[in-house]
């Protein structure tokens, strides 16, 4: 089979949708960010650890999104693996790059919030541990890219590292129920009571955050992917 | 509030850094004609 096969119309057409995302989500998802911050800012103090909860509306945000692209690779991965079209492979290192950013706000934000209100940066419980494993899969995915460039190998490689590495966002989330854990337990989506756990001065501010960094994290990963393209097209290296 | 500041600051220096590497591949790969 060769490396790289001809696209085909419709993933022609998926490519310039996603192109269009770039261009009018980034914007989109900058503004809602502006509204988010205004919105936090104004957000009622929590009752038990007072403003440092704060920290809360940014670290649940990047988390969502960084699982959100985590999934866009695998996905990518696998269509890339069964079809060899290159755009997939494209696809899936730009949604990676965007993806580890914000993985790594995510490990950035949650310590500096772990620090008044647990007393510590850091602790090796399942959650933080789970997640740490995540993001060095995902260095490692960038290393192997950065190591030996765009080829069809690291194509075929990285694609399969996405999807192994995607089997570990269920079992972050699902980490502080399966074992005794320091990390919360979900106070949004909680079983058969969506938004339960929050007061609802709380939620339309991390509803706006939500919804700026699903933007942000869609349209930066789709300008990466252009990027990608571009310099594949000036390479020429794909074998 | 210390810690709030810290923890948005040190998402906005990720998210600028990222997005400055972005501009700069976009003007090289221009500048290279691609």
Redesign the interface.
Known sequence: MPASRSENPLTEKLETIWYWCGKLLTPIGAALLLAG?WLVAGAPIEALQG??Q??FY??VS?AWISFVLFGGVALSGIVYLVTRQRFWDQAGHGLA??GF?FL??VL??GP??A??IWGTWWVWEPRLTTTFILWLLFAAYHLIRLARGNDGWTARACAVLGIFAFADVPVIHLSVLWWRSMHPFPVVMRKGDVGGGLDPAMVTPLLVMVAAMTC?GLG?SA??TR?RK??D??LGVFE | ?N??F???G??FL??GT??TV?IV??RR?RK???
Request: no cysteine; net charge positive; charged share 15%.
């Open positions: 911050l403003p440092p704060k920290i940014l670290h990047l790059s965007t950013v790594s706000g950035v934000t500096i919030w620090r008044p942000l930066l300008i990466r990027l571009r310099e097209t000036l | 509030m810690y709030v810290g923890a948005y040190a998402f990720l998210l990222y997005v972005l591949r976009h790969l290279q004609g691609a």
